[in-house]
């Protein structure tokens, strides 16, 4: 499947026009039944908004992940929904609705976006090293943002496994994407 098969990207007349200084990449979490964001991607999107409004000029975001319930919506769509309701313009929104893990993600990512703009990675910040990692690994100048902890919602034992957890998945991702890499030359 190519990566327009799946992914709302910018035509070249767009980019040409919009020729972002940043890419700001947000990484899905879990959408409510009602198709609302929950907690951990309301935090993702705000402080990729909190992050958009420090730049210099309007950044370009990609918004990225799938949904495996089809009676709602995907992720990136409700990341989009919630940067327009706060005046991003759909010309500034690349959005990935098929991903369905972190690294199928950056993979799509790195087809996608221009690996010659730097990329600030708005994650939960147990979640943003692995994405900034796997980032720099195919070629991008990642750097993570720090957004709001959500550990007081979530309760300290759920947050250490949630690092716990992400630090696993790093190692696991990265040699997943080291064979991919190598496969390649």
Same mark, same amino acid.
């Given at each position: ?28 979490? %879990? ?8 907690? @951990?991607?309301?935090? %993702? ?30 992720? *990136? ?12 313009? @759909? ?31 708005c994650?939960?910040n ?10 720099r ?13 959500? %550990?007081?919602?979530?309760?300290? *034992?759920?947050?250490c ?25």
């Open positions: 499947m190519k990566p327009e098969d799946h992914v709302e990207v910018m035509t070249a007349v767009q980019q040409s026009v919009l020729a972002p200084s940043v890419y700001i990449a947000i990484f899905g979490a %879990r959408v409510m039944p009602d198709g609302s964001p929950s907690g @951990s991607l309301s935090r %993702r999107i705000e402080g990729a908004y909190q992050c958009s409004l420090r730049q210099q000029q309007q950044p370009c975001f990609f918004v990225s992940g799938g949904t495996s319930d089809l009676t709602i919506p995907t992720e *990136a769509a409700v990341m989009a929904r919630v940067l327009m309701a706060k005046g991003v313009a @759909s010309s500034h929104l690349v959005q990935d609705h098929q991903s369905s893990d972190t690294l199928d993600s950056v993979l799509i990512a790195a087809k996608v976006l221009s690996k010659q703009i730097p990329i600030l990675v994650s939960d147990y979640h943003v090293l692995r994405i900034t990692i796997l980032l690994m195919v070629g991008f100048k990642a750097k993570p943002v720090w957004i709001s902890s959500g %550990r007081a919602a979530t309760g300290n *034992a759920r947050w496994y949630m690092w716990f957890r992400d630090l696993v998945a790093t190692l696991y991702d990265s040699l997943l994407l080291s064979y991919h890499l190598l496969r390649k030359e």
